[in-house]
């Protein structure tokens, strides 16, 4: 679920998140009409807890995958929920890439394309590193929780035998897998990242 997601989520979310950068005032390609429609689309989904959206879009989930409960239905929820979150790390990262370097690369009579491609991307690749390592931290909670309309996974096992039977070792041994997950994406993205600054 996490994998998929965050592909999916990913191809959509990055291309997001260069159209805000690039479409807002003063950007690349100026266009208010595209930021203004863009702009609150992603505010309101990132507005809405998971938990909601997944309940919210399962009409959407059923026509997409052809059913609304399970593992690979969890997938477009989870997509839904990660896209605009990444797209809102990616401007981020964009963001803090040196003016400098824009103005260098357009005075050297670079594209627009160019620019973001061989330039802003380039710049802030180690920082988009960990925008998707935050991503897919924020995911494996996210797919926790998804296990509530049985979507499986470790969300699932907590929910079924932690919760329903009341067995507590379920449960902490639950948690204890989600820490360690995540600490090792982080330390994995964490490792990425720097060695990306370095070269």
């Known amino acids: 679920m996490v994998f998929f997601s965050l ?3 990913a191809l959509i979310g990055i291309p997001l998140g260069i159209c805000l950068v690039t479409t807002k005032q003063s950007g690349l390609l100026e266009n208010p009409l595209i930021y203004r429609i863009l702009n609150p689309i992603i505010n309101t989904v990132r507005s809405l807890p998971f938990i909601i959206l997944l309940v919210a879009i399962l009409p959407l989930t059923k026509l997409i995958v052809g059913q609304s409960f399970g593992t ?13 979150y990444i ?7 964009l963001l803090d890439v040196d003016s400098g370097i ?37 995911l494996i909670g996210a797919t926790a929780m998804a296990g509530a309309v049985g979507a499986g996974g470790i969300g699932d096992l907590a929910i079924s035998y932690g919760y329903q039977r009341f067995d507590t070792t379920v449960t902490i041994i639950t948690v204890i897998i989600l820490i360690i997950a995540v600490q090792f994406v982080q330390s994995m993205g964490n490792y990425l990242a720097k060695k990306a600054r370095h070269e």
């Open 7 to 9: 592909v999916i989520g």
């Open 72 to 84: 690979t239905a969890a997938i477009v929820p989870l997509t839904i929920y990660v896209a605009p």
């Open 87 to 93: 797209a809102r790390l990616v401007e981020n990262s």
């Open 102 to 138: 824009i103005e260098a690369a357009k005075s050297m009579g670079a594209t627009p394309l160019q620019i973001i491609w061989y330039f802003m991307l380039p710049e802030a690749f180690s920082s988009l590193i960990l925008t998707l390592t935050t991503a897919t931290i924020g």
